[in-house]
């Protein structure tokens, strides 16, 4: 296992985290819950194997990852790893709700402290309101009592928020979406070396874009992968063009069976920061610009176009569609626009008012791209 040493640490992280967002599960009736013993199984095996970062959330698995986290934590294996949650900033309506809510956690957490705690999924709106509502204070007041060792924020929005966010305080560390497919999305690349040059270590998730990144290749990617002198699996390429970033502390991975946990454990025996070659980092070029060429529509997710007034959830929509062609994964793009028909934010409610194509500043032609949108995401 590879370890990085940062001063901001009492001591080095492992560069492998396991994310405990995407346990594995079982279905009981209508709902899939967390399979706990096999749950428990893969993060005691991964802490065997030198992991010693683990990731939850409140809101995981419907609030049950903190509790099979605290389970697995438990004989002994709480001492031997950072344990990290995020604070659902969402539900802070007022300052005493941050405590409540942290209590909350470190009961079903079964813990005294939390190591590194993050407001989570920062965006601008949500950044302005737990200012507003004097984060700072409750965080050192958590700290000073002991009941969290570390002030960290997780991140999804652009570029500027994020600096914008990296300056306003000394954070112990930062957590960003990053992948080969993000480099110029959200925080960016831009944003990852912006924080290591504050000396603010950087946590990255989402490594294969949700597993995107892993399944559904192409023969066409395939081929571009195999150009290189040395083969690896499109995951092993995944994960070494991030381990190539010496800002970055701890990959998180989620992993949802033990074969994906072993394989990942195994590709991470060797990770080097500054390991990729020029070749190499050029294949990663390639590579993503063969994804980006089965772009159907080339919608930002600005949301000018919002709020509709049929109430169809366009950039949604283009963000089904593109997923779905770029990744070969027309099945789940599929079930994900069955739940906005269910939502009645589909596109056949579209009345051709064209309030969003004069709000557009791609110009797209939002009208006729929901039509074809509406067909290619039924299609059986
Ligand atoms: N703070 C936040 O806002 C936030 C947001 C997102 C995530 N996170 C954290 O970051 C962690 C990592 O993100 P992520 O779960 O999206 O990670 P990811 O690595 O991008 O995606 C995980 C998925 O990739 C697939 N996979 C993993 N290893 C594989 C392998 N060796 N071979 C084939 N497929 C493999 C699995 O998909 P299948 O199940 O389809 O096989 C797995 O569920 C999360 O678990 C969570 O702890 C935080």
Known sequence: MEYRKFSKFEKPVSLFGIGCMRLPTIKKENESIVDEAEAIKMIRYGIDQGVNYIDTAYGYHGGQSEVVVGKALADGYREKVFLATKSPVWLVKEYDDFGRLLNEQLQKLNTEYIDFYLLHALNKERWE????????????????????????????????????????????????????????????????????????????????????????????????????????????????????????????????????????????????????????????????????????????????????????????????????????????????????????????RCIECAQCEAACPQNISIIEKLKESHQYLLQE
């Open 129 to 348: 309101s737990i200012k507003s509502l004097n984060v700072f204070d409750f965080m050192e007041k958590a700290r000073a009592s002991g009941r969290i060792k570390y002030i960290c924020f997780s991140f999804h929005d652009d570029h500027d928020t994020f600096r914008e966010i990296v300056d306003a305080y000394d954070w112990d560390m930062c957590q960003i979406q990053l992948n080969i497919m993000d480099m110029h999305e959200q925080a960016t690349v831009e944003g990852l070396k912006y924080a290591g040059s504050k000396g603010i270590p950087v946590v990255i998730m989402e490594p294969l874009k949700g597993g995107k990144l892993a399944t559904g290749i192409t023969p066409e990617i395939e081929a571009i992968w195999n150009k290189a002198d040395v083969k690896r699996t499109p995951v092993e390429w995944a994960f070494r063009w991030l381990y190539n970033f010496p800002e970055i502390a701890v990959i998180l991975s989620g992993v949802s069976n033990m074969q994906q946990l072993e394989d990942n454990i195994r590709i991470f025996s060797d990770a080097k920061a500054n390991c990729m070659t020029e070749e190499e980092l050029a294949l990663v070029e390639e590579v993503r610009k063969v994804y980006l060429s089965k772009t159907k529509v080339p919608c930002t997710s600005c949301e000018y176009c919002l709020p509709c007034p049929q109430g169809i959830s366009i950039p949604r929509i283009f963000n089904l569609v593109n997923t779905a062609a770029m990744y070969n994964d027309l099945d789940g793009c599929r079930n994900g626009y069955k739940d906005l028909i269910n939502k009645q934010n589909d596109a056949s």
